[in-house]
């Protein structure tokens, strides 16, 4: 089995169904999105939890690479449990010259998924 095809594999077991949504285009799939932690104490908003903090506004995104956000253009939106977000950041990450996944930061756009 490809690595890509694995990963994959585990995206849907592990993430969660997310609508990638460009210029009227609806695109389904599964990734994982879990709120950015910060390590540093410097914080500007946010919530302590009984996990540590956690700022509501960004979120990593570990999707398939098959859809990669930088070739996509911009003003794209990710659709999800967490409501609609931005991607403000984003990246491929490769194992022997082949892209594996595409992870990204999220912002989220304060509207409901």
């Known amino acids: 089995m490809r690595l890509e095809n694995l990963?994959?594999?585990?995206?849907?077991?592990y993430g969660q169904k997310v609508k990638i949504l460009k210029e009227g285009e609806e695109i389904e799939t599964f990734a994982i999105v879990t709120p950015l932690r910060y390590k540093n104490k410097m914080y500007l908003e946010g919530t302590y939890t009984s996990?540590?903090?956690?700022?509501?506004?960004?979120?990593?995104?570990?999707?398939?690479?098959?859809?990669d956000f930088e070739d996509m253009g911009k003003d794209i939106v990710v659709s999800c449990g967490q409501g609609r977000c931005?991607?403000?950041?984003?990246?491929?990450?490769?194992?022997?010259?082949?892209?594996l996944y595409i992870w990204a930061v999220l912002q989220s756009s304060g509207e409901e998924g």
């Open 51 to 67: 996990l540590g903090y956690v700022d509501q506004s960004h979120y990593l995104y570990i999707g398939p690479a098959q859809y």
């Open 86 to 99: 931005v991607v403000k950041k984003c990246e491929k990450v490769f194992f022997k010259g082949r892209p």
């Open 7 to 13: 990963i994959c594999r585990e995206l849907k077991r």
